[in-house]
């Protein structure tokens, strides 16, 4: 008896929550990370899932680079690359982090760095003193480091060394899998616990690498009939991550091998304008920061954290989330550098 068109997503949903949750990964992180309830003054119950507290990168605050990355660290074994390359920015959290993970894999890593945003020789010279010996440092055009990457990766082709050039995140499927590990991470402890699920997550989102992980679950979730939770992305960079979305999300639905596209959920996405440049922050973000802190007793950044936390409740003021299901703001990590570009 063939099966109806509900009824073949319905299995193929269930078989990818299967195919994410025990996806190969090289593990780097502590998980599951902790689900935090804080009393907030207009949300209510406010769920903090704190990936910050995941122990790896530096101050072991790298929680969502961490998912990213055992994902991606796994494919990059599993093909034997000797050398990665990637492309970033002055203000990078993952150039740091990735370095160490891939010489325990003996594996080389180039850092090709953008001048974004704009810094002195000597300030960048300084930001990326302990990886100096791996960094390549550009221009300010983000299109001229794109083609500066192909290049890179040809010259490695042409002398034998088996490389991956990726973009910023990093923007690669098995990246985007390991991140959606994360949202299902969340449904198996509030099932546990008897916590209620989240009805929204609010999360920052530079590349998009992460909010997409996060999409694919969250339609896998909602397919199988498991859990309807909402992805909100809260953009920290100028250009605009629902153009880019489909793309990571086809790729990384290829890469698991779902023989049937999912139904794409209904996601969110929060502009603001003040968040809008990557690297950049003002006052009104850093005494975000200070406030947080003061009040909840977390630690988060104005290149990151503040711009979604601040977007989470301009948010919360239009609609009325106090009431329902808890929302949940996704402590993705921490920029220890951040100060380095107060006044950019
Ligand atoms: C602190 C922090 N928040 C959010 C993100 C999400 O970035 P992306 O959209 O590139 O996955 C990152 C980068 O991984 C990060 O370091």
């Not at 690359?81 to 993952?94: C, D, F």
């Not at 002195?120 to 299109?143: C, D, I, K, W, Y």
């Not at 009104?284 to 989470?312: F, H």
């Amino acid at each position: 008896m063939p099966h109806s068109y509900s009824e073949r997503v319905h299995n193929e949903s269930l078989r990818a929550i299967s195919l994410i949750a025990n996806w190969p990964v090289v593990n780097l992180g502590v998980w599951p990370t902790p689900i935090q309830i804080v009393q907030h003054s207009r949300l209510g119950q406010l769920l903090v899932k704190r990936d910050d507290l995941a122990r790896f990168g530096r101050g072991g605050t790298s929680g969502v680079k961490a998912r990213k990355l055992e994902g991606f660290l796994a494919h990059v074994s599993r093909n034997r690359y000797q050398q990665v390359m990637i492309l970033l920015a002055n203000m990078t959290n993952l150039g740091h982090d990735i370095i160490p993970a891939l010489t325990n894999l003996s594996v080389r890593t180039r850092l090709l760095i953008v001048n974004d945003p704009v810094l002195g020789q000597s300030q960048r010279e300084h930001l990326f003193r302990n990886v100096a010996a791996t960094v390549e440092f550009l221009g300010p055009s983000h299109a001229a480091g794109t083609i500066r990457l192909a290049a890179a990766a040809l010259q490695a082709k042409m002398s034998g060394v088996r490389s991956i050039a990726v973009l910023p995140s990093p923007a690669h499927p098995s990246a985007v899998i390991g991140a959606a590990r994360g949202l299902i991470e969340v449904v198996q402890q509030c099932q546990a616990s008897g916590q209620a699920l989240p009805c929204l997550v609010f999360i920052s989102s530079a590349a998009g690498t992460t909010v997409a992980g996060f999409i694919l679950a969250s339609s896998v979730l909602r397919a199988a009939g498991v859990a309807n939770i909402r992805v909100m992305a809260v953009p920290v960079v100028p250009y605009r991550v629902e153009n880019w979305l489909p793309l990571l999300l086809y790729s990384a639905q290829r890469t698991l091998g779902l023989r049937m596209r999912m139904p794409l959920p209904d996601y969110g996405v929060l502009r603001v304008p003040r968040n809008l440049s990557y690297g950049r922050f003002d006052n009104y973000l850093e005494a975000v920061c200070a406030r947080v802190q003061d009040t909840y007793n977390l630690v988060i950044d104005p290149i990151y954290g503040a711009k979604s936390w601040s977007a989470m409740e301009e948010y919360a003021s239009s609609a009325n989330l106090a009431h329902g299901n808890p929302v949940m703001f996704w402590h993705c990590g921490y920029s220890p550098d951040w100060e380095a570009f107060r006044n950019c």
